[in-house]
Structures are given as C-alpha cells and as structure tokens.
C-alpha cells in the first residue's frame, strides 16, 4: 500500500495486491499499441442532462455549452470568483479524467480562452494509453462547423497518457516560466466510462480526492443510475461494490457528498470545504446554454 501516496493505512483496497497486477497488465495492453476496446466511450461529449430526467434540449450548435457541459462552466465561473474574493492567484485547474478525445472541454476550454492563453487557467484530458491527435479523423457525424470549430480550439486542452497516480505528479507551465504542480491543486473533475473499468477504482478515487484544491469538486458519472433510470440493467454487482467502495472512501478521507434531495443528478458529487455549490440548487439550470463568443 506504501506505493498509493495518500492512501490510508486502513484496508480501503480489498485484495489490493491482485488488482494492482490486473490493472499495471491493463495499461500495458493499452500502450502496447493495442486497438483501445472502449472507442465508442472516448468523443469526451458532455452536453447531456445533468440532472436524471430533465427535458427541452434543442439542438446543439459546435458553440454552445448545454446540460453537464454548462454545469461545469457555471461550476468553474463560481470557483474563479471565490478565487478573487478570496485573494487566491493560483490557476483555475480542470481535468477530465479518462476523457477521450475530450470534446466538451475543448468547448470549455474555448469559454475560457482568454484566460488559457495567459495562462491562468488549464485544461486537462488524462488517457491511458489513447491521444487524440485528430479526433475529427475518427469521426464522421461532424459538421463542417463543428470540425472547424474542433480544429481551432483542441490546442487549448493539455492531453496526457496518464492514470491516477501519474496525473497528480504532472505540473503544467505558468506565463512566467515556473511549473505549477498539479498535485493539490485540482479545481474541478470530471469522470465518466472510467471508474467502472478501473481494476483499482477504490484506490484511485482516495488518489484523485486526496489532490483536489481547497475548491474542488468532483463530478463522478453514477453509471449504475443512468442506466437503471433508461430502464436498463445497472452495473455488475462486483463492479458496483468496487465503484461505491471508492465513494465511501472519499467520504472517510474527509472530503464531502453533496445531497442532491429531491432532484437526483446523473452524477455523484464530492466537494472539499470551499467549493462554491450554490448553482447546484437553481431551479431554472436546465435547459439554459450558452454560447462561446
């Protein structure tokens, strides 16, 4: 357990010792060159409900940010003003971990242009093996304006072949010169497709929450949820047990779940101690969007 920096020494990881084989196998397949056996999860599109059975979506243009795409902009624009009002200079940090090719941050990362380009903010997809070096390659169901809009704006999402471990070893560069470490510091994380495949799901969620910044919040994908919410089938039960494990464990290395009452969401929500929630409770969140100038 010693090699799992903020890990607990009480037994989070059942049968630790197993897995950490099973998932080090894992990535080594993915970077071997191997076909990546997830593709269809890696487009990183997330302009679907945030919360479970909202209506009145309209179509979507390349431009705009809707469903989960706009709760995270509203979510990262509050963080930057506690920021401000707090007298806190450090860069607004994004991950998307496991985000393919990382199309909703492009777009986010585009609402934030500005600050991107002088380096104040950062956004960032993590794969373990999978880049995305021209996703529009890929794809077919693009516009002409979307793979326009795709094209002029990927370069300001930071792509990195990491897992958990690694991720929060990783700094990114200031305008001044200096490296600023991503450990510690993390201001939003995003997760879908990811933790349910994960061999060591309990144990990378104590990694992650254990370097969030005094703002973080964490949006983990509640698969299980959506899935029966569709009236399918939820997760496997080995697979479930592995995913809630690493909840409770957030919980119990002191970082807070949000209750959502009686407006249940797509998405498990965990917060450190500043975090700005206040847009959680907004009546009228869904379906407004808007529109990256």
């Not at 593709?39 to 179509?59: K, L, M, P, W």
Request: proline letters at 5%; a neutral charge; glycine letters at 8%.
């Amino acid at each position: 357990m010693d090699q799992f920096e903020g890990v607990p020494k009480f037994d989070i990881a059942p049968k630790v010792g197993g897995r950490v084989r099973g998932s080090k196998n894992f990535k080594d397949y993915l970077r071997s060159g191997k076909p990546e056996p997830y593709v269809h999860n890696t487009s990183g599109s997330y302009n679907d409900y945030f919360f479970i059975n909202a209506r009145g979506f309209e179509n979507q243009g390349p431009c705009e940010l809707k469903g989960t795409e706009f709760m995270i902009y509203r979510l990262l624009c509050d963080i930057e003003k506690k920021k401000q009002v707090d007298g806190d200079n450090s860069p607004l940090v994004v991950v998307d971990f496991g985000g393919g090719d990382g199309m909703s941050m492009v777009k986010l990362a585009a609402a934030f242009r500005e600050k991107v380009k002088e380096k104040k903010a950062f956004f960032i997809v993590s794969n373990l093996a999978y880049q995305p070096d021209k996703a529009i390659s890929r794809m077919t169901s693009f516009r002409p304006s979307e793979e326009r809009f795709i094209t002029d704006n990927q370069e300001l999402v930071n792509y990195g072949r990491t897992d958990a471990r690694e991720l929060i070893q990783q700094s990114v560069k200031l305008s001044d010169g200096s490296q600023f470490p991503l450990k510690g510091h993390i201001d939003l994380l995003h997760e879908r497709y990811v933790l349910q495949w994960d061999e060591l799901a309990d144990v990378d969620t104590i990694i992650l929450g254990r370097n969030m910044s005094s703002y973080g919040i964490m949006l983990l994908a509640n698969i299980d949820k959506y899935l029966k919410s569709c009236g399918a089938s939820g997760l496997p039960e080995d697979v479930l047990k592995k995913v809630q494990m690493g909840y409770s464990n957030l919980q119990l290395i002191g970082v807070k779940k949000y209750d959502f009452g009686n407006r249940p969401s797509n998405y498990e929500l965990f917060h450190q101690v500043k975090a700005p929630l206040e847009v959680l409770k907004d009546p009228v969140y869904e379906p407004l969007k808007i529109t990256i100038k």
